[in-house]
């Protein structure tokens, strides 16, 4: 097992992560292991075996190709057996209707608890809340919470259905990797793409957080149009991680979600033995303190959206297959405005998640850990305390503190699972939060 940092002359000090996005990386943990000039000679260095592990059709557009290049100790293929399919009941694909579930309406969850005397890893602690589309067509997406309080130990998982977005809510996560080692907290993000095999530690004991399964085209940047060229997620703050490898001759378990079924298969050394690798597909993590928040500074209520940090698109311009929109502390100075998201339909789906503190549109009932979900063409909007609250306020510039909520949009309508239905801890009275909204119209003007 190698170090997470190196000393080479061509470099110097290389550090635990490689900064930027979408950027096309080389690292290698033992001087000399990646090839120059060249992707496959002869003979690799180190008795490597060089393989290419392709995220786009071979004649996807120059920038739209994902591909990068691995130096393993052993290839791919000697890191499969004859598969065997096993069960993760809570973890489920779209297409998942169920007849007597409900999913139209407006929805809320208190965090979900950790289940007493179970032991459950990354994997094995998957709880999906929703799904949309269709994984076999590479549409739409699946949400998840995840609660562990077990090491994966020697055990890698790999998801050929969909990139994993990983979005932690209490307890760091150790995530190592094909491609190298990330470590992760509250208010940061890991995005793992498909195919990637990974396992997950973890650091404080127990960990809960987010996940969102991306069946569509990668997660990118979205465009800033007259924002011009900063602000929002800056590309320099996406870390990518150096390689790092093990050399381990001993039983491991690798198992595949494949179209919506899970498949597990023994092998006898460790498979994230990749000594050197470059190329442009590989998993990254961000942390979200670093996301430069814009807004409007005299008057109105801008979109969400310009909260996005992430977005899959699809060909229909500005139509999102997902779309990662976070809530982040910020000032509010706007003048004569009501503040707090506004009452609204969407033709997209929302599923909300929140990280940490209040949100100013839910003071109340929304606590950390707790989810939320508003389907598409479904009214919602801030509760009463709020709208009295935002309605009385005085136009003073107010700074939202200590506060991180997330949403998962979707163009896609988002179908409850069994779980979500009947086992986690619904609110059945979060649609009260809107009760105290009265008629306040009287037929004569003037603010009432």
């Known amino acids: 097992m190698t170090d997470d940092t190196r000393h080479d002359s061509h470099y110097g000090i290389t ?29 690799c260095n180190y008795g490597l075996y060089a393989e290419q592990l392709s995220g786009s059709p071979f004649t996807a557009p120059r920038g739209k190709n994902e591909r990068s290049w691995l130096y393993r100790i052993r290839p791919s293929v000697k890191h499969v057996n004859r598969f065997q399919k096993v069960e993760q009941p809570y973890w489920h694909s779209a297409p998942h209707r169920i007849p007597d579930v409900v999913s139209l309406g407006q929805y809320r969850w208190d965090p979900l608890p ?34 562990a309080n077990s090491d994966m130990g020697d055990a890698c998982f790999i998801n050929a259905d969909g990139e994993l977005l990983i979005v932690p809510q209490l307890g760091r996560l150790q995530i190592d990797t094909e491609f190298g080692r990330l470590a992760i907290g509250p208010l940061e993000i890991a995005v793992i793409p498909r195919g990637v095999g990974f396992r997950v530690n973890l650091l404080d004991g127990e960990a809960r957080g987010f996940v969102c399964e991306n069946y569509g085209s990668p997660f990118t940047l979205p465009g800033r149009g007259p924002i011009g060229a900063n602000c ?36 006898g050394h460790s498979p994230f033995d990749v000594v050197a690798w470059h ?15 814009v807004g409007a500074i005299a008057f109105d209520h801008p979109d969400p959206s310009i909260f996005t940090v992430l977005t899959a698109p699809t060909p229909e311009e500005g139509t999102a297959n997902i779309d990662f929109v976070i809530f982040p502390p910020r000032w509010l100075p706007q003048e004569d405005t009501f503040r707090p998201p506004w009452y609204h339909r969407n033709v997209m789906s929302e599923l909300m ?10 003071p109340n009932g929304f606590s950390p850990g707790g ?56 609110q059945d009275d979060y649609v009260d939060c809107w009760a105290g909204l009265t008629k306040r119209f009287d037929g004569t003007p003037g603010l009432k």
């Open 371 to 426: 989810i939320s979900l508003h389907n598409c063409m479904l009214p919602h909007g801030p509760d009463s305390d709020a709208f009295d609250k935002a309605t009385t306020a005085p136009d003073d510039p107010v700074k939202l503190d200590n506060t991180l909520a997330f949403m998962f949009e979707t163009r896609f309508p988002q179908q409850l699972t069994r779980f979500a239905a009947e086992e986690a801890p619904m």
């Open 279 to 293: 190329g442009n597909y590989a998993p990254y993590q961000y942390d979200l303190r670093t996301f430069s928040p």
């Open 232 to 267: 929002l997620a800056n590309p320099r703050d996406f870390k990518t991680p150096v390689a790092r490898f093990e050399d381990l001759d001993r039983a491991h378990t690798v198992t595949m979600k494949w179209c919506g079924e899970f498949h597990t298969t023994e092998i």
């Open 114 to 147: 950790f289940p007493a005397d179970m032991p459950l890893t990354f994997i094995s602690g998957m709880r999906t809340i929703t799904t949309a589309g269709d994984v076999g067509t590479h549409t739409g997406m699946a949400s998840h919470v995840y609660l």
């Open 15 to 43: 550090p635990n992560y490689l900064p930027g996005f979408g950027n096309d990386f080389e690292t290698e943990a033992l001087a000399g292991a990646l090839p120059r000039g060249r992707n496959s000679p002869q003979r």
């Open 353 to 362: 998640g929140n990280v940490v503190g209040a949100y100013d549109a839910k």
